[in-house]
């Protein structure tokens, strides 16, 4: 590989590590497989088995090694097998520009589609590296060019070279991709499903790898109305996923500073912690401090008054609740009236 080549894998690896940032030290990256390993039917940890599987399959697509690739396949391994981060062996010989390792996997079966936890798809990969030849092999056998990931970036807007810009720019022209209504179309469908949500019922369902559900996605992402939609369907507004984040955390994290606001009118839990103790202030993008420091007060505010509001209610029953109790007095009054009623009154033109 020559230099310049290596330095723009480099680039593309910074790149990735910087846009994994959450995800670096976090309990889904501290953890590992041991503290995620299940127990199958028979009481054997079988996961442990695939997870082994699974890490010499990618670490022999890492080599080169296609004989034992083949090996790995043929007893069973995943080609789609993703490490904690949502990388595939594809998207990994993509970024090391392994063109015959990629070519390989893809008429092995590879996904040339397939996203890992930020959205990028081989492609992405590709791409940003400024690797042609690569892009044009995933390109001929289905890669998506108006694949969006998690960012709303297309492969074009994170490409860095003019000669990688023009030819997605071709292909995009060629295909007739409005790039616009490619980078609305998650939360195009996610409108549409939380909109189904709130009609039929039913729950959210969280991502296999992350556990973050749409609430997170759309907190995350700044998309407003599918957030209130969500709302309506009354979600947990706390809901955690595998790193202990809210959607508040995301939100915050990602600088979406009227998410915030909407998430706190519905009394989410600003001081909620995750899995390593940082609250929201403690993930937020450092413009968004300030506003939840206020929201966080105007919460108080609110809880406060509901709770002077509920003690009021309390202390100051209906009349109409209160048993009336006779006194003796009035008792005796009543028996003796009863004992002797007073005369009916005479009929008109009737003698005294």
């Keep these: ?31 590992g497989f041991e503290g995620r390993k299940t127990t199958g039917g028979s009481g054997t940890r079988r996961a442990k088995v695939q997870f082994a599987q699974g890490a010499v399959f990618m670490a022999a697509c890492s080599a080169g090694d296609r004989e034992e690739v083949a090996t790995l396949l043929r007893q069973g391994a995943d080609i789609n097998h993703a490490n904690v981060d949502g990388l595939t062996a594809l998207h990994q010989a993509c970024i090391d520009e392994n063109a015959e390792m990629v070519q390989f996997l893809v008429e092995t079966g590879s996904d040339v589609n397939r996203g890992d936890n930020e959205g990028w798809t081989p492609l992405h990969a590709a791409a940003s590296c400024g690797f042609i030849q690569i892009t044009k092999y995933l390109i001929d056998h289905g890669a998506n060019v108006g694949a969006v990931n998690s960012e709303g970036e297309l492969p074009l807007d994170v490409a860095n070279e003019d000669a990688m810009e023009r030819l997605l720019k071709a292909e995009i022209k060629k295909q007739g991709i409005d790039v616009d209504k490619a980078r609305k179309e998650e939360e195009r469908i996610m409108l549409q499903d939380a909109r189904a949500l709130l009609e039929g019922g039913g729950s959210l369902t969280p991502h296999p790898n992350t556990r973050a559900t749409a609430l997170h ?29 809210t959607p508040l955390h995301a939100a915050a994290h990602w600088g979406q500073e009227e998410v915030c606001t ?39 505010t609110l809880r ?24 003796s007095k009035e008792k005796i009054g009543l028996h003796e009236r009863e004992k002797h009623p007073p005369p009916a009154l005479p009929r008109a033109g009737s003698r005294p």
């Design 262 to 300: 909407l998430l706190a009118d519905h009394m989410c839990d600003m001081a909620a912690v995750n899995n390593v103790g940082q609250t929201p202030l403690d993930v937020a993008d450092e413009n968004l401090a300030d506003t939840l420091e206020e929201l966080q007060k105007k919460q108080n």
């Design 217 to 245: 996605v759309a907190a995350a992402k700044g998309y407003i109305e599918v957030l209130k939609v969500l709302l309506q369907c009354r979600v947990d507004v706390d809901c955690r996923d595998i790193d202990g984040w």
């Design 1 to 31: 590989m020559a230099a310049t080549d290596h330095s723009r894998s480099e680039a593309a690896k910074q790149r990735r590590q910087d846009q994994l940032q959450r995800w670096l030290g976090s309990e889904t990256d501290q953890t």
């Design 304 to 327: 406060s008054e509901k709770q002077k509001q509920n003690s009021v209610i309390e202390t100051n029953q209906p009349i109409s609740m209160v048993p009336v109790r006779t006194r």
